[in-house]
Nanobody, 115 residues
Framework: QVQLVESGGGLVQPGGSLRLSCAASGFTFSNHVMSWYRQAPGKERELVADIGRVGRTYYTDSVKGRFTISRDNAKNTMYLQMNTLKPEDTAVYYC?????????WGKGTLVTVSV
């Protein structure tokens, strides 16, 4: 079955960096658009970035120039490099894939940006 497992979250100071990973299994990874979402306390889940099968990328305005999404199809893994982190980036970060008409989510990894 489809499984998505996020890792790489943690506590970082403002201005710092983190790299998130999403390990995927149960479907042909290279054939699907992959997405990163986040949900901050008290807020709705929002799309952060996504990446197409051949590397086309999208970023929400608030992370442009700071975050980079990438994928390694040989490793069935997606990444989110997050630089110049801000307190407002604090959230649980989720990866998502739409497979066979259904959305599948990982359990998330917590990113906390604080002094």
């Amino acid at each position: 079955q489809v499984q998505l497992v996020e890792s790489g979250g943690g506590l970082v100071q403002p201005g710092g960096s983190l790299r998130l990973s999403c390990a995927a299994s149960g479907f042909t990874f290279s054939n699907h658009v992959m997405s990163w979402y986040r949900q901050a306390p008290g807020k709705e889940r929002e799309l952060v970035a996504d990446i197409g099968r051949v590397g086309r990328t999208y970023y929400t305005d608030s992370v442009k120039g700071r975050f980079t999404i990438s994928r390694d199809n040989a490793k069935n893994t997606m990444y989110l490099q997050m630089n110049t982190l801000k307190p407002e980036d604090t959230a649980v970060y989720y990866c998502k894939v739409t497979y066979d008409g259904m959305d599948y989510w990982g359990k998330g990894t917590l990113v906390t940006v604080s002094v």
